[in-house]
Structures are given as C-alpha cells and as structure tokens.
DNA sequence: CTTAGGG
DNA sequence: CCCTAAG
C-alpha cells in the first residue's frame, strides 16, 4: 500500500516506474551465484598468469640459454637476469618438489614443464594461450561449494578433520619440522617420490598417519586443467558483445567489465545452484562486476560436484602462515577483495596471520640447483639455511653464467620453491580440483607478501647496499652458494605505490618489498605484447578490480566513453610480461593483508547533475532504483554511496558557498537539491499521515 | 539485500 | 566512505 502510493507522487508530474519487488529478489539470487563464482575466479589469476607466462616462454625464447633437458627437469621457478629485467626469458614456475628432501616444498615448477607439455602438444599456440584463461576461470566457477570445508580445523598445523584421517598430525605441518626432521618424512615420502618423470608434479596429499605415510601422490598428467583447453569458455567473453571501449588486446575483457551490471546476462540462467552461505557484500558495485565477470565463466563449468570440494582441507602450514583458509570462498576473499566481506573479523584475522608468519623461520632446504636438489646436495645448504624462512630457492647449477667480462652478472633463478604446502582432497576430487589447490595454496603462500632475501654460501646477505662484487656473487665460484629466498614480509602493507612501479625485483637486490598495486584504479596496464593472455587477464583483473570505468552513464554522457580510453590506455610499455602477469597477485595479495579503504571518488559535476535528476524524479529512500537508474553502470558507486552522496549534497546546499569544498557544484544543482528534497520529505510526510489514519480505523 | 543514519 | 541496525 505504502509503495504503491509513493509512486503516485512523482516530482514534477513525473511518474515513476516502480519496480517490483519480485524481480529485485530474482536478481538478488542471480547475483549471488555470480558472485560466489567471481570470488573464485580469481584464484585463477595467479594459475592462469603463471601457465600462461610459462607457454608464453616457451614460446618466445626458444633459444634461452637453458636447455631442453634442463627444461625439462626444470625446479626453475624464475628466471632473472639481471642486466635486463625485462626480459622475455622470466618465468615463475612452480613445480612441486619431487624429492625426499624437499619434499614439503612445492616447486613453482610443475606448471611450468605441465604448460610446456600442453604448449608443444597443442599447437596453435596463440589460440591455446588465448583459451586458457578463460578456461582457468571457468574451472572456478566450478567449483564453489566448498563450504564444508569450514568444518575442518587446522590449528598450528595440526589440523583436525572430522573424518578422523590422520592428516591433521601431519608433521608435514608447520610443528612438523620441530620435532621431525626432514629426513624422517623425506624417508617415508620417498618411496612416491621416486620415478618421477619431470614433467609430472606431485602433491603429497594426505596424511601421514603416525609414520610419515603420505597417500598416493596424484600426479599431473601435463595436461592443462580440465576447463582451460575448453574452448566454450572463450566463447562467451569474445562472442556477442560489442565493446564500448576498445583496446589493444583485451576488448573481452573490457568488455566483461563494461558490460557489467546487465542483469540478464548468461550467469543469471544458469541453473546452478549451490549452497553457499556468503556474507552480503555491502557494495553493489563490485558485487556487481564481479558477479558479471563471474558470469561469464559460468555456463562452462557446471562439471565439478560441490561434494569433490567440499571436504578439502588446504593448508598452508609453513612457517606461522597458518591462515587456514577454510574455503575457497573466504580465501579469496581474503586474498582479493576487501570489500565483498565487510565483516570486522576479517580486518582481524588478515592482520594477525600475516606479521606471524615472519616471525617463524624454518629450513627450507636450499636447492642449488634443481639436480642438486635431487642428489640430496643440499643438505649442507638446507642445514645453514636454518635461519631462513619460508621459500628458497634455487640458482641455476650449471647454467647459471655469471659474467664479469661486462660488469654484469647474470643469474637465473631455476626456481622458487614455496614453502610447504598441506593439501587435502577427497579421492573423488578431479585433478582439476587438485591443481586449483595447490594454485590456491601457493597463492597463498605468494600472497602473504614476499620479499627476497639473497642467500650467499648459505649466509644471508643482509647489506643491500653491497655491491655484488663486493659481495661476490660477481664469481663463478659462487654459483653454487648464491640462492635466493622469498621471505615474508614484514612491513605493513603501506600505502598504495605508483601502479609504475616495477612490481618485480632483482633478485639481488635482496630485501626490497615487492611492489604493490594500488586497489586504486585509473591506470590500466595494457601489456604491449597484446597475444599475450596473461596480460589480458591481468589487465582484465585490473578492470575489475579499479572500476576504471568509473564515469556515471545516466545519460551516456560522451565523456563516459573518452574518459575510459584515455585512462585504459595508458600504457607501460617497459613493463615486462612477467612483471605484468605478477602484478594483480601482489596486488592482491597486498589488500589481502590490510583491508583498504575504497579510494574516495568525489562525485562529478556531471554525476551530481545525475544524481539529483535521479532524485528528482524516484525520490529519496529509493537509492537503489537511483543507482539503477543513474549509476546502474558506474559500479563503484553503490546505492549507499548515492545515498551518502545526497546527503552530503543537501547538506552542501545549505551552507554557505565560502564553506564548500571540492569540486565546485553548481548553484543550480543545488537548488534543485534543496527543492527535490524538500519535496520528497514532504511526500514521506504524507504519506506517513496518510498512514495514520488507516492504521487508526484499523485499530 | 536495502534503507536509514551515525561515525 | 564505513559500519550497522532494521526491515
């Protein structure tokens, strides 16, 4: 009753349209789903940038100074060359560590040869890396649902799983290392460890149950992930829209984001229905795209059952990360989003995992070469490298060239190994799954924020200010002592850097904090190799993530549209790939520490303009139908934000002009708030007397 | 999720 | 802008 006669009073003659509560509910749901999915995708973001990069090597450098054998057996995690950062040769790879002794490490490594393999097989290599992404994507939308994961606690690295499976007293875990050396675990790990081709990873999954017994290890049959090669998940990111914008590469992209708040989009149909207890983000705005994004990916991955997530405990035991992400969900909101989880606890629970996780050292083992590693060389190395933490890595053994001819040493970094990882599936679990737990688990791991520190004949090198000559690491000598460590970072998460900083360091260059990315937007970085996926994907992350987009449509003014480009094509031609592929995880992983606070955006003029015509004609006390209306494609500007804006603008209109600040508005606008307002209060006033005396017969 | 309001 | 209570 109430609603309907609010419509009867439309301002200046005009009615409004109002909206039925049914639809508002239908989209509700919509939304919900697309979020969830949009919350998992991200976890591709790292998988996908860091397979993609590596076919992406392959592909450019046929000719690097590493040998195919080399490759092959690659523990290389990243390769870095010090002369030129940029180089097309850098790589971050992961692969899991097949040996004994380091065998609670997970190499970055696998991937890589995994993406070889899938690169050499496949053979439109363009199309294949192209495809990729999306399917990454897609693969997570499957897989939501893990919410009963939640039921699974894992304190200090004893986890407890209710299916009594000995896996929580791994010590595999985090305590693991204290009382049981490595040799003890490496001994009984072993026996899966060995024959290992080296294309295949291993995840030691499970459990170790009294004795150090780790279940079968799954291995990777180099395949790429169920989805990725799905061509279908491409289909609906290139197909049907017409992008408003365009840009180099990445128009598919630019596309989901701009595209955004339309509700019909395929997510909504999807039948999918999965039980997820999310919290309601309280912004529509980056639900919004998300949801979008999410959608995109929707339609093709229906496969995963809830039930193969559902029960997995992940564990990132080292060290005191022992932020054990109950779910996928909140994982990667915890990695990624900082607003779709507006609950306090989170802001807790961020902080005090992170700083922790510094204190903590444990012996990684350092590899001074991947074979080096397998030959158990390491030991002595490992022993020293007692006071480091975390992640080591190893330099390249045999190819490593350092060259002082030209003042320049070179180092490659074979790999980086991530600390160790606790993965627990359900045997029913896809290999799918599996590989989305170790990407989830080492992003995790690489999320926390790193830094590197230079390790020198097992010594840490602490002066960064030692030049590696004087250091000697300019030594050939020195190959086999030179290893690099990713060491959690202790700084607190400063404020935004200059999206232009270079995300990537020299490895030498010991501990300096990597770069972080600005949650803030405006500047997109549009790689200049454009058939580069990754880059579309981090560019597409970018999208999202900033809102760039950020001019209100009520009109469509033009300037929406040039605003966009010229922001969208700022470009950072030096950056490398890699550097840009890295980005969105440090990014992310930045705001996972400290939940920022959104970027203040102060309202246009022309957004003012839209706001009070919105006004004007719904009313106040109808925000959402405002933002529908006026901001429906301004997606960080939620229906609260419209409301607060309102607010403020009255509020603005009734002091005097000497007392403004900001952006000038102009009188007019403001007139016509102080009228509009005063005419809807007025209506509420109505309508609440009218209400009286119905309620009054009533009674 | 939306609104409304205080911070 | 954020956070929350209410609906």
């Known amino acids: ?55 992406l090597e392959k592909q450019c450098t046929p000719s690097s100074s590493s040998t195919p054998s080399d490759e092959d057996q690659s523990a290389v995690a990243k390769e870095i060359e010090q002369k030129a950062m940029q180089d097309k040769n850098k790589q971050l790879k992961v692969e899991t560590c097949d040996q004994g002794s380091c065998d609670r490490g997970f190499f970055v490594s696998d991937l890589v040869s995994q993406a070889h393999d899938q690169k050499c097989s496949l ?23 893990s919410e009963g994961f939640g039921d699974q606690k894992l304190v200090h690295g004893k986890p407890k799983n209710e299916m009594g499976t000995l896996a ?28 290992e081709s080296h294309k295949t990873a291993k995840v030691q999954l499970g459990t170790r149950a009294d004795g150090c017994s780790f279940e079968d290890p799954l291995v990777w049959d180099g395949k790429p992930p169920a989805v990725s090669s799905d061509s279908s998940a491409k289909a609906p990111l290139c197909g049907d829209h ?22 019909n989009s395929s997510g909504c149909t999807h039948p999918n229905t999965t039980k997820r207890s999310f919290r309601p983000a309280p912004r529509i705005g980056d639900r919004r795209i998300r949801k979008i994004l999410a959608s995109k990916y929707w339609k093709v991955a229906p496969k995963l059952k809830d039930a193969t997530l559902s029960n997995t405990v992940l564990m990132v035991s080292d060290g005191d990360l022992k932020t054990v992400y109950h779910n996928r969900n909140s994982y990667y909101r915890s990695i990624r989003s900082e607003r779709n989880y507006p609950i306090k606890k989170r802001r807790l629970f961020n902080c005090s995992s992170v700083p922790n996780y510094d204190r903590k050292i444990r012996s990684e083992g350092i590899c001074v070469s991947p074979e080096r590693c397998i030959n158990g060389d390491v030991s002595a190395l490992c022993a020293k490298m007692h006071e480091v933490t975390g992640a080591s890595s190893s330099v390249a053994g045999s190819h490593t060239s350092f060259q002082s001819r030209d003042s320049h040493v070179k180092l490659r970094i074979k790999s980086f190994r991530v600390p160790e990882l606790f993965i627990e599936l359900p045997e ?16 995790a791991i690489l999320g926390g924020g790193l830094r590197v520190g230079v390790l020198l004949q ?67 970085h549009q790689g200049t190799c454009d058939a580069v996926p990754e880059l579309q994907m981090a560019n597409a992350v970018n999208f999202i993530e900033s809102d760039h987009d950020s001019a ?15 922001k969208a094509l700022v470009t950072v031609p030096a950056m490398s790939v890699e550097a840009l592929a890295v980005v969105p995880v440090h990014r992310k992983s930045k705001r996972s520490e400290i939940v920022q606070r959104r970027i203040r955006r102060p309202f246009s003029v022309a957004e003012v303009e839209a706001l009070v015509q919105a006004v004007e004609k719904l009313g106040t006390g109808r925000w959402r139908d405002v933002k529908l209306r006026a901001f429906d494609n301004a997606k960080h500007r939620t229906y609260v934000d419209l409301k607060d804006k309102w607010k403020t603008l009255v509020h603005t209109a009734r002091i005097s002009p000497q007392q403004r600040r900001g952006e000038p508005v102009p009188q007019e606008l403001l007139d016509r708030v102080l009228t509009a307002h005063a005419y809807w209060t007025q209506q509420q006033a109505k309508q609440q007397f009218k209400q009286q005396p119905e309620t009054c017969l009533l009674l």
């Open 242 to 263: 017409s992008p408003h914008i365009s840009f180099p590469a990445s128009q598919d992209y630019v596309n989901v984001v701009s595209r955004d708040d339309d509700e």
């Open 428 to 443: 029913t679990a896809t290999v799918g799954s599996l590989k989305r737990r170790v990407m989830e688990a080492v992003n």
């Open 168 to 195: 929580s007293k791994v010590e595999v875990g985090p305590s693991g290392y204290m009382g049981y050396g490595n040799c003890k675990v490496e001994a009984e790990t072993n026996k899966f460890m060995k024959d």
């Open 123 to 145: 053979k439109p290599p363009s199309c294949q890396q192209a495809d990729a992404h999306p399917g990454f994507a897609s693969v997570i939308t499957t897989s939501d649902c």
């Open 1 to 55: 009753m109430v609603l309907q006669k609010r419509l009867d009073y439309g301002f200046n003659g005009y009615q409004v349209p109002y909206t039925p509560r049914a639809t508002r509910s239908a989209r509700k749901r919509c939304s919900f789903k697309k979020r969830a999915e949009d919350n998992q995708m991200c976890a591709f973001d790292l998988l996908a940038t860091v397979a993609g990069k590596l076919l």
């Open 552 to 566: 209100p449509s009520p009109t469509d003014m033009s300037i929406d549209k040039s605003t966009k480009d010229s």
């Open 458 to 524: 097992g010594k840490k090198v602490k002066d960064d200010n030692k030049t590696l000559l004087q250091t000697g690491i300019s030594h050939d000598n020195q190959k086999d002592v030179l290893g690099f460590s990713l060491e959690p970072k202790t700084s607190q998460t400063p404020p935004p850097l200059c999206s232009g900083d270079s995300p990537f360091m020299l490895p030498s260059n010991a501990p300096q904090p990597l770069a972080r990315y600005p949650p803030a937007p405006g500047v997109v």
